[in-house]
C-alpha cells in the first residue's frame, strides 16, 4: 500500500523525514478536513498515517480523507502530543502496520458515532464508517474438517463450518475477535488489524519506548510519556504470545481493557502474562525483533526466550494457548486416531519398519481437545496450561510399540496394545495369543484348544493359552 503522513502543525514538530514516505505538515490539522484532504491527493496515497494534538479525528476529517481517496482501513491517527521524543518512533510504526494492510480489507458500513457538525451532515463519507469483521486466508485456513474451531468458538454462531472452508457470515459478525484468538494456523484477522501488522507497528517501538499500552479502541485510553499507545478493535485479540514476545525484548506492556464483554478475558491473559514474568525473575531484552505474535508458536518461542535454562514453570490456566496432554499408556492401542484429528500436528504417528512410535510436539498443541473426543479408548485428557520442561525437550514419543509378525503366516501385525483390545472386543477370536494376526487367530478359535508353537499349529495340536491380562492407569504422557 502507497502510505502518505499527514502531521498537524500546532505540535510545532521537527521537519520529519521518514524513510520512503512523504509527509506534509498541517496547519491546524486536527481542524481543518479540506486542507487535509488537499494535502493527501498532493500525496498521492491510499493509506495515510495522521499525526494529531487530539486523541480521535473528527468524523469530518475522516470524511474528507475517504472522499480524498483514503481506504476505509488506511487512516491510522497516532497521538503525538505529549510524545515528541517518540514521534519517528510512532510514526514508523503507523506507517508500516498500513504497508501491509491487505488491498481488499473491508467492513461493513454503519452510521457513525459521536457528535457530529451540521456541514458533516450533508458529506455521506462523514456520516458513515465500516465496522470491521472476521476475514478468514482461505490459502492459510486448515479448513473446517481438519480444524474448524473458529465456529466452535464464535459466541454469536457467526462462522458456519461448511466444507472445505468455514464461511462467515459478516451481518451476524459482531468482530470480537475469539475467532482470531483461537485460530492456530493465523488464518483469521479482524479488517485493518492483522497480527502481521500489529506487530509490524510494534517492531520500530522496541528499544525507543519503556513501554506499549495496548489499548482497546472503545477504551479512550491514552499512553504516558516514553510510552506508545496502539488501539486494537477488541483486546480480545491480545493472547499470551503478544505481552511475552514485547516483555521478552525488554519492553514493558499494560492493556487498557473497554468495559464490554469483548475484552472480558484480557485480564486472564495479563495474569498469567505476570505469573511467567515473575517467574522468569526479570526481563531483561534478551530477545529481539522481528515479533512474531501468532498462537502457539508465539507464546512456545517467548517462554523459550524469556526463561532462564534452569528455570522450571509448570501452571494450569484457561488463559494458555497451549496444551498439556497426558496419555493413559495402559489403554492406547496405538491406533493413530488422535494424530489425524490434529489440527496443528502436535500428535503424529511414525510407522517405522521396526517399531509404530506416537510422538507429541507440546509447542504445537493448542489444547484443543480434538484428540480426547475420537480416542476411542478414552486414553487422553488435556487441559489448558504451559510445562516448560516439556517445551524445552521439543518432540517427545509417548507411546511405542514394536513391529511383530503373525507366528503362523507371518503377516505385519496391528501393534501388540490392539491385538489385546480386539481380543477383549470380539469373542470370537477366542483365546488365542496375540502372536497371531486376525485370520490366523479366527482358525484357531474355531478348533478346540491351542497352545505351543506355530508348527503345532499346522498339525492342529494346539491347546488354548489366554492372554494377559491388561490393568488401566492413568500415566503422564511425557514418561510414555
Known amino acids: 500500500m502507497n502510505v502518505g503522513v499527514l502531521v498537524c502543525g500546532e505540535l510545532?514538530?521537527?521537519?520529519?523525514?521518514?524513510?520512503?514516505?512523504?509527509?506534509?505538515?498541517?496547519?491546524?490539522?486536527?481542524?481543518?478536513?479540506?486542507?487535509?484532504?488537499?494535502?493527501?491527493?498532493?500525496?498521492g496515497a491510499e493509506c495515510v498515517v495522521v499525526g494529531?494534538?487530539?486523541?480521535?479525528?473528527?468524523?469530518?476529517?475522516?470524511?474528507?480523507?475517504?472522499?480524498?481517496?483514503?481506504?476505509?482501513?488506511?487512516?491510522?491517527?497516532?497521538?503525538?502530543?505529549?510524545?515528541?521524543?517518540?514521534?519517528?518512533?510512532?510514526?514508523?510504526?503507523?506507517?508500516?502496520?498500513?504497508?501491509?494492510?491487505?488491498?481488499?480489507?473491508?467492513?461493513?458500513?454503519m452510521l457513525a458515532a459521536g457528535e457530529r457538525s451540521r456541514r458533516a451532515l450533508f458529506s455521506p463519507r462523514a456520516m458513515v464508517t465500516h465496522a470491521p469483521v472476521a476475514i478468514l486466508d482461505g490459502a492459510a485456513c486448515l479448513g473446517s474438517t481438519r480444524c474448524g474451531l473458529c465456529a466452535s468458538r464464535c459466541p454469536v454462531g457467526a462462522i458456519d463450518p461448511g466444507a472445505p472452508l468455514p464461511s462467515i457470515d459478516e451481518d451476524a459478525c459482531t468482530a470480537c475477535g475469539a475467532c482470531v484468538a483461537c485460530c492456530p494456523a493465523d488464518a483469521l484477522r479482524l479488517s485493518g488489524s492483522s497480527t502481521s501488522q500489529i506487530a509490524a507497528q510494534l517492531?520500530?517501538?522496541?528499544?525507543?519506548?519503556?513501554?506499549?499500552?495496548?489499548?482497546?479502541?472503545?477504551?479512550?485510553?491514552?499512553?504516558?510519556?516514553?510510552?506508545?499507545?496502539?488501539?486494537?478493535?477488541?483486546?480480545?485479540?491480545?493472547?499470551?504470545?503478544?505481552?511475552?514476545?514485547?516483555?521478552?525484548?525488554?519492553?514493558?506492556?499494560?492493556?487498557?481493557?473497554c468495559d464490554q464483554p469483548c475484552c472480558a478475558g484480557s485480564r486472564d491473559v495479563e495474569e498469567l502474562a505476570e505469573l511467567i514474568v515473575a517467574a522468569a525473575d526479570a526481563a531483561d531484552g534478551g530477545a529481539a525483533a522481528p515479533l512474531h505474535l501468532a498462537e502457539p508458536r508465539g507464546t512456545a518461542d517467548a517462554l523459550l526466550a524469556l526463561m532462564p535454562d534452569g528455570k522450571s514453570l509448570t501452571v494450569e490456566h484457561s488463559a494458555s494457548p497451549l496444551g498439556l496432554l497426558e496419555l493413559d499408556t495402559d489403554r492406547c492401542t496405538v491406533c493413530g486416531a488422535c494424530s489425524i484429528t490434529c489440527p496443528?500436528?502436535?500428535?503424529?504417528?511414525?510407522?517405522?519398519?521396526?517399531?509404530?512410535?506416537?510422538?507429541?510436539?507440546?509447542?504445537?498443541?493448542?489444547?484443543?481437545?480434538?484428540?480426547?473426543?475420537?480416542?476411542?479408548?478414552?486414553?487422553?485428557?488435556?487441559?489448558?496450561?504451559?510445562?516448560?520442561?516439556?517445551?524445552?525437550?521439543?518432540?517427545?514419543?509417548?507411546?511405542?510399540?514394536?513391529?511383530?509378525?503373525?507366528?503362523?503366516?507371518?503377516?505385519?501385525?496391528?501393534?501388540?496394545?490392539?491385538?489385546?483390545?480386539?481380543?477383549?472386543?470380539?469373542?470370537?477370536?477366542?483365546?488365542?495369543?496375540?502372536?497371531?494376526?486376525?485370520?490366523?487367530?479366527?482358525?484357531?478359535?474355531?478348533?478346540?484348544?491351542?497352545?505351543?508353537?506355530?508348527?503345532?499349529?499346522?498339525?492342529?495340536?494346539?491347546?488354548?493359552?489366554?492372554?494377559?491380562?491388561?490393568?488401566?492407569?492413568?500415566?503422564?504422557?511425557?514418561?510414555?
Open 12 to 43: 510545532g514538530l521537527e521537519p520529519l523525514a521518514t524513510a520512503g514516505t512523504r509527509v506534509a505538515v498541517i496547519d491546524d490539522l486536527c481542524h481543518s478536513p479540506s486542507a487535509a484532504a488537499e494535502a493527501l491527493k498532493g500525496l
Open 52 to 109: 494529531l494534538c487530539e486523541s480521535r479525528p473528527s468524523p469530518e476529517l475522516v470524511g474528507a480523507l475517504c472522499r480524498a481517496g483514503a481506504q476505509p482501513f488506511g487512516i491510522e491517527p497516532v497521538m503525538l502530543r505529549g510524545h515528541e521524543r517518540e514521534t519517528p518512533h510512532l510514526l514508523a510504526g503507523a506507517v508500516a502496520k498500513l504497508e501491509r494492510l491487505a488491498p481488499s480489507e473491508h467492513g461493513k458500513p
Open 203 to 257: 517492531e520500530p517501538l522496541i528499544g525507543h519506548v519503556d513501554g506499549v499500552v495496548l489499548a482497546c479502541r472503545s477504551a479512550s485510553a491514552a499512553a504516558p510519556p516514553r510510552w506508545a499507545l496502539v488501539e486494537l478493535p477488541t483486546l480480545a485479540l491480545v493472547t499470551l504470545a503478544w505481552i511475552l514476545q514485547i516483555r521478552a525484548t525488554g519492553t514493558m506492556v499494560a492493556l487498557a481493557p
Open 344 to 480: 496443528t500436528d502436535a500428535l503424529s504417528l511414525e510407522e517405522g519398519t521396526s517399531a509404530i512410535v506416537l510422538k507429541h510436539d507440546p509447542q504445537r498443541c493448542v489444547g484443543c481437545d480434538r484428540c480426547t473426543t475420537v480416542c476411542p479408548e478414552d486414553a487422553i485428557a488435556v487441559r489448558s496450561g504451559i510445562d516448560l520442561r516439556r517445551l524445552r525437550a521439543g518432540v517427545i514419543e509417548v507411546m511405542r510399540a514394536e513391529r511383530e509378525r503373525c507366528m503362523v503366516c507371518g503377516a505385519n501385525l496391528p501393534p501388540a496394545p490392539m491385538r489385546r483390545r480386539l481380543r477383549e472386543l470380539l469373542p470370537q477370536l477366542g483365546d488365542a495369543p496375540p502372536e497371531l494376526c486376525a485370520a490366523c487367530a479366527s482358525k484357531a478359535a474355531r478348533r478346540p484348544t491351542f497352545s505351543g508353537n506355530a508348527s503345532q499349529l499346522e498339525r492342529g495340536q494346539a491347546t488354548s493359552v489366554r492372554a494377559p491380562s491388561q490393568s488401566y492407569s492413568r500415566k503422564d504422557a511425557e514418561h510414555g
